[in-house]
T-cell receptor, first 113, second 112 residues
Framework: DVKVTQSSRYLVKRTGEKVFLECVQD?????MFWYRQDPGLGLRLIYF???????EKGDIPEGYSVSREKKERFSLILESASTNQTSMYLC????????????FGPGTRLTVT | GENVEQHPSTLSVQEGDSAVIKCTYS??????FPWYKQELGKRPQLIID?????GEKKDQRIAVTLNKTAKHFSLHITETQPEDSAVYFC???????????FGTGTRLQVFP
C-alpha cells in the first residue's frame, strides 16, 4: 500500500509565524502535490512537483512556497502565516506523469490565530 | 479558467436507494475524470475513474457515466449502505495535462 504521511494532524500558529508542513511518501513516487481544502470550495492546488528540485505553481500559490530536496519529501512553507490560511492542507503523491491516480495523506488542519 | 461544477452539495438517501452526483466541466480537452471518496476525518481515496474514450464504467455498486458532448459526468451508487456516507469529489484533468481540478464536493448521508 502507498503510504503518504504528514508531519502533523493539527497545528496552531500565530499570525506572522513561518510555518512548515511536511509530507513524506514511501513508494518512490515522482510527483507530489499540495492542496488546501475549504468547505464549499473543494480541493485547490497550491503547488506541485514532478521531480526532485522541481516545482510548479498551482491555482493558488500566493503566500506559499515549497521545497523538494529529496524525492520522498515535499514541504509546504507559509513564509508569514495569515488568518486566511487557516485550512485543511492535503498532500498527495503520484507514481509519475500520466499515471493519474493521486494518493493522499491524512491532512493537516492548520489554524492561524 | 477551467472549472468543475458539482451538484448537489448535500444528498440524503434511505439505505437501499440509489444516489446520483453530477459534475460538469468547462475544458473540452479534459480526458480523465476520477471520483474520490472522503470519509469523515480520513483522506480522500479514489473509488472509480473514467477516461474520455469510454462512456460508462462500473465497479460493483458504483458506476460513472460520461457525456463528452454535454461535458458532464455522473457518479451512480446503487443499493446504498450507511458506510457509503462520505463526501464525494469529482475531478477533471486540465486539458490534456495530468493536473486535476476538483469539484466542490457532495456530502452524502445514507440513513438506515
Amino acid at each position: 500500500d502507498v503510504k503518504v504521511t504528514q508531519s502533523s494532524r493539527y497545528l496552531v500558529k500565530r499570525t506572522g509565524e513561518k510555518v512548515f508542513l511536511e509530507c513524506v511518501q514511501d513508494m518512490d513516487h515522482e510527483n507530489m502535490f499540495w492542496y488546501r481544502q475549504d468547505p464549499g470550495l473543494g480541493l485547490r492546488l497550491i503547488y506541485f512537483s514532478y521531480d526532485v528540485k522541481m516545482k510548479e505553481k498551482g491555482d493558488i500559490p500566493e503566500g506559499y512556497s515549497v521545497s523538494r530536496e529529496k524525492k520522498e519529501r515535499f514541504s509546504l512553507i507559509l513564509e508569514s502565516a495569515s488568518t486566511n490560511q487557516t485550512s485543511m492542507y492535503l498532500c498527495a503523491s503520484r507514481v509519475r506523469q500520466g499515471a493519474y491516480e493521486q494518493y493522499f495523506g491524512p491532512g493537516t488542519r492548520l489554524t492561524v490565530t | 479558467g477551467e472549472n468543475v461544477e458539482q451538484h448537489p452539495s448535500t444528498l440524503s438517501v434511505q439505505e437501499g436507494d440509489s444516489a446520483v452526483i453530477k459534475c460538469t466541466y468547462s475544458d473540452s480537452a479534459s480526458n480523465y475524470f476520477p471520483w474520490y471518496k472522503q470519509e469523515l476525518g480520513k483522506r480522500p481515496q479514489l473509488i472509480i475513474d473514467i477516461r474520455s474514450n469510454v462512456g460508462e464504467k462500473k465497479d460493483q455498486r458504483i458506476a460513472v457515466t460520461l457525456n463528452k458532448t454535454a461535458k458532464h459526468f455522473s457518479l451512480h451508487i446503487t443499493e446504498t449502505q450507511p458506510e457509503d456516507s462520505a463526501v464525494y469529489f469529482c475531478a477533471a484533468s486540465i486539458g490534456n495535462t495530468d493536473k486535476l481540478i476538483f469539484g466542490t464536493g457532495t456530502r452524502l448521508q445514507v440513513f438506515p
